[in-house]
Every structure is written in structure tokens, then in C-alpha cells.
């Protein structure tokens, strides 16, 4: 069974910086496509980073410019650094990882950003 494990969330002032890790049970090279999300109170999940196999990436335009997503092969984990947060960033933030038409999700890390 497919085991993605978060960490790295926290409370946060606003233009604070944080990284989140997701650690995955299985070799990540195994999944098409990485990606991480977001859920605020009473919203949808929202995709925040994504990042294929080939290594290319994309980011909405509400966090162009101030999150990366990366990923280490030989730690099976991906990562999404988060610069310059703004308090519309809070939420739980998912990692999904997407194999044979179905995702794989993690259990949520909680962001909170602070005025």
C-alpha cells in the first residue's frame, strides 16, 4: 500500500518562509506526476505545485513566483518551499501523487499564516 507522509507545516508570520517534505513508501519514480495542494475552511483542495517525472513544473498564478517544488529520487520526497506567505496561503497542504489514473494522498500538514 502506497504510504505519503508529510511534514514541515507550522505557524508562520506573514513573508515568512516554509518547506514542506512529503516522503513517499515507494520509489518515486514510479508515479507520472507530484504534486501538492491545499485546502482552506470551506474550500476546495486547490493544486499548488505540481512537478513530472521529466522534472517540469507548474504553478498557478497565485503562487508563481513564490513557491518551488523540487524533488530528491534518491530520498523519494518531494518538497515545495514557500517564500514570501501571505495569510491567504493558510490551510492543510496535501501532497497527491497521481499512478494509473488514481492519486495517492498524504494526510495534510496545517499552514497557518499570521498577520
Known amino acids: 500500500q502506497v504510504q505519503l507522509v508529510e511534514s514541515g507545516g507550522g505557524v508562520v508570520q506573514a513573508g515568512g518562509s516554509l518547506r514542506l517534505s512529503c516522503v513517499t513508501s515507494e520509489n518515486i519514480n514510479n508515479f507520472n506526476r507530484m504534486g501538492w495542494y491545499r485546502q482552506a475552511p470551506g474550500k476546495q483542495r486547490e493544486l499548488v505545485a505540481l512537478i513530472t517525472t521529466g522534472s517540469s513544473t507548474h504553478y498557478p498564478d497565485s503562487v508563481k513566483g513564490r513557491f518551488t517544488i523540487s524533488r530528491d529520487n534518491a530520498k523519494n520526497t518531494v518538497y515545495l518551499q514557500m517564500n514570501s506567505l501571505k495569510p491567504e496561503d493558510t490551510g492543510v497542504y496535501y501532497c497527491?501523487?497521481?499512478?494509473?489514473?488514481?492519486?495517492?494522498w498524504g494526510q495534510g500538514t496545517q499552514v497557518t499564516v499570521s498577520l
Open positions: 497527491g501523487f497521481d499512478r494509473a489514473s488514481r492519486t495517492y
